[in-house]
């Protein structure tokens, strides 16, 4: 069965400095992983996908997020937060060899920039 | 990217009262779309699956009767609330799938119901 856990319901960052957001899954086949960018009353756009290539995968907005299997997580992080990056972000696992219906969201993360 | 255009983004109507939500995929042919609710400062919870010329599959505990899905065709997916209540007012997400096995999916940009 596939599960996703976001550890972190809430992180806040000063402008400038890292940001990490913590995924951990399970899944029982190769999984397709997903990080998505919620703004406010806003659908959900991509970041980035790891779907069993390169196991560090670059995103959009300078974001990016590494695959490491013996760990099962696949961590976001960005070297320097803007205070655009604020918003809430989803950590989504599904199975390669499944229907699309098999597709399990995190509970979320909402990230604060501070200035 | 793919694109999935939602309509309306947001709609006030009167208890009692039925709102048609459309799902378009303008760029694709989707042959499933999802619908979710999402509560303030929750995750997305998935309502229905919406299969192009059949039935739309619906997860536990969502009313059918309640929540009406037709997908007549590959772009268009609408969900219809009727008779609705306040407690019907939510954030309401579709999205398209991108392709079996990617499990990519391509989200409209939500519509926001309010019932009064």
């Known amino acids: 069965a596939q599960s996703v856990t976001q550890l972190d319901s809430h992180v806040s960052v000063s402008e400038g400095t890292p940001v990490l957001l913590r995924c951990n899954y399970s899944s029982s086949y190769s999984p397709s992983l997903f990080w998505y960018v919620q703004h406010p009353n806003k659908g959900l756009q991509l970041l980035l996908k790891?779907?069993?290539?390169?196991?560090l995968v670059k995103g959009i907005n300078g974001f990016e997020a590494e695959f490491k299997k013996s760990e099962t997580s696949f961590h976001l992080t960005k070297p320097s937060a803007h205070m655009s990056d604020a918003a809430e972000y989803f950590c989504?696992?599904?199975?390669?060899?499944?229907?699309?219906?098999?597709?399990?969201f995190g509970s979320g993360t909402r990230l604060s920039i501070r200035p | 990217g793919a694109v999935v255009s939602q309509h309306p983004s947001r709609v006030i109507c009167k208890s009692g009262t039925s709102v048609k939500i459309e799902c378009r995929s303008l760029?694709?042919?989707?042959?499933?779309m999802f619908w979710y609710r999402q509560f303030p400062k929750q995750s997305l919870m998935l309502m229905a699956t919406?299969?192009?010329?059949?039935?739309?599959t619906y997860e536990q505990g969502v009313e059918k009767d309640k929540f009406l899905i037709n997908h007549a065709s590959l772009t268009l997916s609408t969900l219809t609330v009727t008779s609705a209540h306040p407690e019907d007012s939510s954030f309401y997400i579709c999205?398209?799938?991108?392709?079996w096995g990617t499990g990519e999916l391509f989200f409209g940009e939500g519509s926001r119901l309010t019932v009064l």
């Open positions: 790891y779907t069993s290539a390169a196991t």
């Open positions: 919406s299969n192009e010329g059949s039935k739309a």
């Open positions: 999205s398209a799938s991108g392709g």
């Open positions: 760029d694709f042919q989707a042959t499933t």
């Open positions: 989504v696992v599904s199975d390669q060899d499944s229907s699309a219906s098999k597709i399990i």
